[in-house]
């Protein structure tokens, strides 16, 4: 099961270099601004109303400067007198967020221009595309809630962890009041950092609660590379050490210091990529602790794996399967098998079974945050409604 | 008044490039070890036990790499066949943090192997030396605080603004018990991130309550840079904008959300370099609202200063003000005059006028961090005593 997993998610990661729409070619419009997740004060990187994106670097004495986005060669720069070497990407991006680095004399740096995002095991620059739904992450005039860090003891690592936590908005208002409770993991190469930050998971919950779609929960983020493995490696991937940290460590340490209602029906996880095999791994070990599973672009449950789980359909109330519909795309026209099975298939064979069981495609993204910022969403609307 | 403050805080930051022990030539000991700040994994910078920092950057095609530490010139890093960079500085640096970036071909960049830093008005690199002290502000297996990042609406400058707050480690244990507040001000070119990220304000504050040092207090660090100057600006700097912030916006914001005791006896502000500028014209102009006042490396206070403030001699309890000896020593090693006063003779006036007042100096320290650190931890000592 752990290696079809991989296998897939590997294919999937793959790809993200391949995301870029390639059928355009029209002229580019000169309309760019500053990417909002531009360092202060920084007018480079740039995106135009087309999704093209212009980086502009200073580096005098530099013999060659290349970005790594804007396809699979990347997008390589060129220098004026003034020592800036500047570049616009050949195709459009996709819409949302992106990793990526300069090549400067053959060197891994970042841009100055931009803020810093914690992917690929190293901390990257980033660059965002406004999207056409972007109200749903924007930071707005609502109440807000808190991220919280914590350091919580970990007796199994022998450390001091760190996890962050969402509170929502009122939850200060009533000291009475309990909440339920979504544990939400990153992907490989990201830290506890990346939902708040790249995924905006906050200010997804702040609207969701200020419009009143979703009743207020609290979200718990930690650092999911117990292993440490290098991204070839995930087959490799043993998930005892994170479940133990997980399960036997902060669940208890989360119930003790907030307030939880600390119970399986109001306990949710939920991850992207790797932390979606992560989620399936732990949720099926322990289905009396966990009531949602959330599977973002990457692992699915099949009939097998329920069959395999005793007590799976009285417990698990749902299961909630998500990609970004390039990621399909893409397995779809090279032929791929989607190793563990269709995830299109496997939902269908557990809605068949009278399973609780959602698929969510998110329009026209690949491997990348916003199909996330998206999944979280669509997954927040379902979550705790009993 | 503003302009003389101005004046030693510039000359002060100047001097943060000059701030290396200049005397030692002795032999380097082969003890490297990758600086704590390092990014997972990577094993470059390093430091020794001597202080002597070593860098390593790969960029095989470039033709120059620098790094802006190790003295004036910075250390210039050789190239060797593997395309690696590598250089160790003449000097060892102070111990404590210190900001970095490295110069490749002529263009600015962060070092690829430490964390980031905001300052100087963009993310730095971040190395950090060991210090004799360092125990204080050490990451250990008591029961933790937490960092909250709060949203707040700001009327004055039509924005929602970002504050970190920390709560000691007993906030949720009694929903009735309220805390007196701390608002700690950040230098300039930093941001609300600076005293958690740099300073370990959260592990200061979590050490000195697990030894019973001083009663747990609430901290508020927000962004101080309202006025988006340069740094050669300084002297233009209007306290206003930021005033109206702090004092209508985030205070009463902080008072409804959080369990405070709201009231000029349990509220005190510090800051450092630009951020004990904005304390003392703040708290000059607001003694109803701040007993407690805090000067790190910046600014002080007069007779003048309290003869022109009615009801300072009642109302204030404490006027701490703070220098790292290396900070002083320079000034008077270049005969160089303290505008505003010799803080120390301020300080003496003030004693003599008897109000409680307090110079704490930091050994062999700068206009750095590890003098901050040291500051916040004396100052807390000190605060909410009655």
Redesign the interface.
Known sequence: MKNNICVTILMLTLFVSLCFAQNEKANIKEDFKPSVLN???QEYPQVNSQGYARFR????????VKVTLGGREGTILLKSDD?YWTGTTAEPLDEGFHYYH?I???????D?GT??FYGS???ESGIEVPASDQDFYA???VP?G????????SKSTNS?RRAF?YTPPDY?KD?KKRYPVLYLQHGWGEDETAW?NQGHA?LIMDNLIAEGKIKPFIIVMTYGMTN?IRFGELRKFDIKPFQTVLVDELIPYIDQ???TIADQPHRAMAGLSMGSMETKLITLANVDKFSYIGLFSGATISMDDVNKTPGFKEKVKLVFVSYGTKEIDWMIQRGKEFTGGDPRENVESLKKAGINCVLYMSPNTAHEFLTWRRSLKEFALLLFRE
Chains 1, 2 share one sequence.
């Open positions: 360092q202060p004060g670097i200073f580096a005098p004495e530099a013999k060659s020592g300069l400067v004399d053959g060197g891994i740096f970042n100055p803020l810093n095991v190293r901390w930071l707005k005039d807000h808190r991220v919280q860090q914590v350091l919580f003891p001091i936590v200060d000291p708040s906050n440490e210091n907030f307030r």
